[in-house]
Nanobody, 115 residues
Framework: QVQLVESGGGLVQPGDSLRLSCAASGNIFGFTVMGWYRQAPGKQRELVLTISSGGNTRYLDSVKGRFTISRDNAKNTVDLQMNNLKPEDKAVYYC?????????WGQGTQVTVSS
């Protein structure tokens, strides 16, 4: 089993920045992908940014140039730096890890962007 603990999130104004952090623990070995998904009210959960243990990234087009992801393979942590936040970025953000073919999720953290 893998446990994911998230931190960060909150209420900010448009144009502000936030940083989300996630730490994974448990039976983690081999190739993994860590990252962030988000789900806005009434919408499906969508990939925001992910990064593999080899450094390959996948991202949502609408966050390109604004969000960056970083991970520490030794510590099994992943951070999401969100800059120039927009109201449409409001959602619950979930940390995710794929390890040994299994998918794990954090509890989610709310990000609200409002003036």
């Amino acid at each position: 089993q893998v446990q994911l603990v998230e931190s960060g999130g909150g209420l900010v104004q448009p144009g502000d920045s936030l940083r989300l952090s996630c730490a994974a623990s448990g039976n983690i070995f081999g190739f993994t992908v860590m990252g962030w998904y988000r789900q806005a009210p009434g919408k499906q959960r969508e990939l925001v940014l992910t990064i593999s243990s080899g450094g390959n990234t996948r991202y949502l087009d609408s966050v390109k140039g604004r969000f960056t992801i970083s991970r520490d393979n030794a510590k099994n942590t992943v951070d999401l730096q969100m800059n120039n936040l927009k109201p449409e970025d409001k959602a619950v953000y979930y940390c995710n890890m794929t390890s040994s073919g299994r998918n794990y999720w954090g509890q989610g953290t709310q990000v609200t962007v409002s003036s």
